[in-house]
């Protein structure tokens, strides 16, 4: 079953540490050449942990089927 929520980097914030990289634990979330972390949604289960490890706060969990 889907997870309800994912995770959403703000690339306005993000400093492309790879802190996040470390902590998910689906491999869901990757550093693109060097500048900003992307989350591929469909691997995302919404745990959270890449969230709280960010320095910079950039990760936001949305929740799925809601658009901003
Ligand atoms: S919320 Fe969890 S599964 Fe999704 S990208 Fe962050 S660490 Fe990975
Ligand atoms: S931990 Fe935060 S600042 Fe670092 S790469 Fe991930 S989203 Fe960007």
Redesign the pocket.
């Known amino acids: 079953m889907p997870s309800k929520r994912y995770a959403r980097?703000d690339r306005d914030?993000?400093?492309?540490?790879?802190?996040?990289?470390k902590v998910c634990p689906m491999d869901a979330?990757a550093?693109w050449h060097g500048v900003?972390?992307r989350v591929d949604e469909a691997r995302c289960v919404g745990c959270g942990r890449?969230a709280k490890?960010?320095?910079?706060g950039?990760?936001e969990l949305k929740e799925r089927g809601m658009q901003p």
């Open positions: 980097v914030y993000c400093v492309a540490c790879g802190c996040c990289v979330i550093v900003e972390a890449c490890e960010c320095p910079a950039a990760i």
